[in-house]
């Protein structure tokens, strides 16, 4: 079994900042891609940037947004400033974890709000 738990999410006014965490934990071999994606309400769920050897992100987040890991405690954090009401969503941290049994899949965390007001 392998679990993310996320923390981190609340309500902010624009132009603020949050930080998320994400933490996995279980069977866990290998820890390969960590990201976050968000969705917000009527949305698909998007991308918000990843991180493996090199980081990535969505176009509307760049240089507002920095995704980090700690590899010796299975975390990864997505540093948000400058936040925008556009930016209110679930935010959900995923994983792509090899675990103890060999066995590789993508997993998610279960979500926290975030939710910016003008």
């Known amino acids: 079994q392998v679990q993310l738990a996320e923390s981190g999410g609340g309500f902010v006014q624009a132009g603020g900042s949050l930080r998320l965490s994400c933490a996995a934990s279980?069977?866990?071999?290998?820890?390969?891609?960590m990201g976050w994606y968000r969705q917000a309400p009527g949305k698909q769920r998007e991308l918000v940037a990843s991180?493996?050897?090199?980081?990535n992100y969505a176009d509307s987040v760049k240089d507002r947004f920095t995704i980090s890991r700690d590899n010796a405690k299975n975390t990864v954090y997505l540093q948000m400033n400058n936040l925008k009401p556009d930016d209110t969503a679930v935010y959900y941290c995923n994983a792509n974890i090899l675990s103890v049994t060999l066995a590789l899949r993508n997993y998610w965390g279960q979500g926290t709000q975030v939710t910016v007001s003008s």
């Open positions: 279980g069977n866990i071999f290998v820890i390969n891609a």
């Open positions: 991180i493996s050897d090199s980081t």
